[in-house]
């Protein structure tokens, strides 16, 4: 079992800087790939950034490289994702998830049923 929590949304201004933090509980999180995703209003959730279980290896979607990075803390149980310039149209609830699957893949790591934990989600408002 593995549960997760995220923390460090909020309202900004066009080109700041948020970190969102992701905290999990559990025996197999170290073991376990991490993703981000995010859901806009009126929108389907997206695969934002994932990454591997010693952290040396990630990916991104096309919108947010260059601009965000993610990482993560084994000895901490914690994921992080580091938002750089960030735009109004990064507006959304972001959510962090375990993914499942043994494998390290883009497109593994890209869809939602792939991963079998998620936390409830941290808003984040970009302004204008």
């Known amino acids: 079992q593995v549960q997760l929590e995220e923390s460090g949304g909020g309202l900004v201004q066009a080109g700041d800087s948020l970190r969102l933090s992701c905290a999990a509980s559990?025996?197999?999180?170290?073991?376990?790939?991490m993703g981000w995703f995010r859901q806009a209003p009126g929108k389907e959730r997206e695969f934002v950034a994932g990454?591997?279980?010693?952290?040396?290896?990630?990916y991104y979607a096309d919108f947010v490289k260059g601009r965000f990075t993610i990482s993560r803390d084994n000895a901490k149980k914690m994921v992080y994702l580091q938002m750089n310039s960030l735009k109004t149209e990064d507006t959304a609830v972001y959510y962090c998830a375990r993914n499942r699957s043994p494998s390290f893949t883009r497109a593994i790591m890209s869809r939602e049923g792939e991963y079998d934990y998620w936390g409830q989600g941290t808003q984040v408002t970009v302004s204008s």
């Open positions: 990454i591997n279980w010693t952290g040396g290896s990630s």
């Open positions: 559990g025996r197999t999180f170290s073991s376990g790939t």
